[in-house]
């Protein structure tokens, strides 16, 4: 989750609800059997091409369903009169677009007109979990692609810095829970974070702390040499967990252990609303893989879109 700059207007904050639309996990059987088929071949080639793909796809999904619901307004590209979600701020850093092109590629040639754009990204969010060791589940599909991308809408993401009220409030604003916020906080178990995300917490951190005194001491001496005063090393940062490749319950260990990466991520900790189920997903990793399963199809929920269009290119509107 990519941290927001600070933002000199005024923004309404609309809630996107669950949506009340009837998604199908069978949706495709008859009009495109194959689609869940050619977009696990895509995924699964473009990661084994570039081990960074998992993350970063998972991170997509997430950052589409939150502003304006799961209707690929991330995936559309900006013009001259509009700057799109993808050029928001938080989303700078979101890559790989080009999976996602070539997974709509490939299923235009095989059902021409059929997959939103949507549905391609939830169905390549499950399927890097599950090639990464995490969970499967049954993706619920039907979404419509939207037409309309606001690059201003992504101040309306959770920052790295939230707390865990700010986090709760933004997550219940999309009729998700305190339990599928800290479930989907899991999903940092892949990635990896540059150091403007969490540097605040290593120096001048507050009038009291030099540095964030939630953070393991010996953790933070060693973010510390990753990120140096004045770097300017665009790719410095930090593996968000031990096992960054492998999706498991590691990063619900670290946060115990005071070593979460951002400060949203320790904040779960902090507070007791979050605390007992961050310590019960790192006991139980087949519990975090059941309760994250759960979370990542409430979330695929949120603001589906019924009354759009099948994009025909995933990157304009038709």
Sequence with gaps: MAPLVQHIVVVLLIAIPLTKAVLDA???????????????QTLRNAS???????ARILRMFFHD???????????LGSTPGNKAEKDGPPNISVRSFYVIDDAKTNLESACPHTVSCADIIAVAARDVVAMSGGPHWNVL???????????????????PSSNSTQLIQSFAKRGLGVKDLVALSGGHT?????????????????????????????FAENLKKKCPKHHTDSNAGQFL??????????????????????????????????????????????LF???FASSMVRLGNVGVNEHGEV????RVVN
């Design 26 to 40: 069978h949706y495709y059987d008859k009009t495109c059997p194959q689609a869940e088929s050619i977009i696990f």
């Design 48 to 54: 084994l091409y570039d081990r960074k793909v998992p």
């Design 65 to 75: 369903c939150f502003i304006r619901g799961c209707d690929a307004s991330i995936l």
């Design 141 to 159: 599909k039907g979404r419509k692609d939207g037409r309309v991308s606001i690059a201003n809408e992504t101040i309306d993401l959770p920052a």
């Design 190 to 218: 892949l990635g990896f974070s540059h150091c403007s995300s969490f540097e605040a917490r290593l120096r001048n951190f507050s009038s009291l702390h030099e540095v964030d005194p939630t953070l393991n001491t010996e």
């Design 241 to 286: 967990d031990s096992t960054a490749s492998t999706f498991d319950n590691e990063y619900y260990k670290r946060v115990i252990a005071g070593k979460g990466v951002f400060a949203s991520d320790q904040a779960l900790y902090g507070d007791h609303r979050t605390k007992w189920i961050v310590e019960s997903f790192a006991r139980d990793q087949a």
């Design 289 to 291: 893989f059941s309760e």
């Design 311 to 314: 994009r025909t290119k995933c």
